[in-house]
């Protein structure tokens, strides 16, 4: 069985009044039992690895480049984010994949600098709507796996979300059967990949996940956990969440 897992995506909000909410985070929830990372702006990491330190909250990065270092400006490299205190690191997100044309063998270059630089990366996959529409769902994710999981990759230190392009800050969260549908083909793929050590990859859900409905997603076969943004941003949402995860 995989650890439980939930990653909480800042994306481009908060500020340093927001680490407030962290200090609130883990003041209400002293000893998680899941495994609990929160992703805000680069600019907010070693701050707030300052902040979290003693306590089980990681902090994770949003994006790395592939190379380790070098003319790349504006870019991030994975062993300057390890350097901050970044422990994780989100990759493929669809925003990136559709804001910055990221392509599977990009997201793969920079799946291989994360492990290298001690980062575990949160490869992003999930389809558009005109994608499922066209009964493309499972094609694609599993494509997408494949090509953005690099030849040498460490399996214990991978975690895998499948997120709905459609369902993201949308309010509209993917049905148990999609999600479980979609679970069991990657947890399957990864199995072909990495045999018996597949089983322990957390699999998470990404895509309108809050209080309300994160108890029937974690119910879910495969459903190891979420990566949640909006939620993400208030204490009292992500701590909601992360009560029904452990509950779970
Ligand atoms: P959302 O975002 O929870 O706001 O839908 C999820 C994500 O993009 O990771």
Redesign the pocket.
């Known amino acids: 069985m995989a650890r439980k897992f939930l990653a909480g ?1 800042w ?1 481009m909000n908060g500020n340093r009044a927001a680490l407030d909410e962290v200090r609130r985070l883990i003041a209400a929830h002293p000893e998680p039992t899941v495994d609990l990372v929160l992703c805000p702006p680069a600019t907010l990491i070693a701050e707030m690895a300052e902040l979290t330190r003693g306590h089980a909250l990681q902090i994770g990065a949003q994006d790395c480049h592939s190379a380790e270092k070098g003319a790349h400006t504006g870019d991030i490299s994975a062993p300057i984010l390890a350097d901050a205190g970044a422990r994780h690191v989100i990759l493929g ?3 990136r994949r559709a804001d910055h044309n990221e392509t599977d063998s990009q997201i793969a270059g920079k799946l291989a600098a994360a492990q290298a630089a001690g980062l575990t990366p949160i490869l ?1 996959i999930g389809e558009t709507l005109q994608q499922r529409d066209q009964g493309q769902t499972l094609d694609v994710v599993t494509a997408q796996l494949s090509g953005s999981i690099p030849k040498i990759t460490d399996p214990e230190r991978i975690v895998v ?1 499948y ?1 709905p392009v459609w ?4 309010g509209r969260v993917a049905a148990p059967e999609q999600i479980a549908e979609v679970h069991d083909a990657l947890r399957e793929a990864l199995h072909h990949r990495f045999g018996h050590r597949a089983k322990d990859i957390p699999l998470l859900y ?4 809050n209080p309300g409905n994160a108890a029937a997603i974690f119910a879910v076969d495969n459903v190891d956990g979420a ?6 941003l208030k204490a009292g949402d992500f701590g909601a969440i992360l009560e029904a995860l452990q509950a779970a």
């Open positions: 995506n994306k997100h669809s925003e992003c979300a997120e369902a993201i800050g949308t990404g895509g309108s996940v990566l949640v943004g909006g939620a993400s």
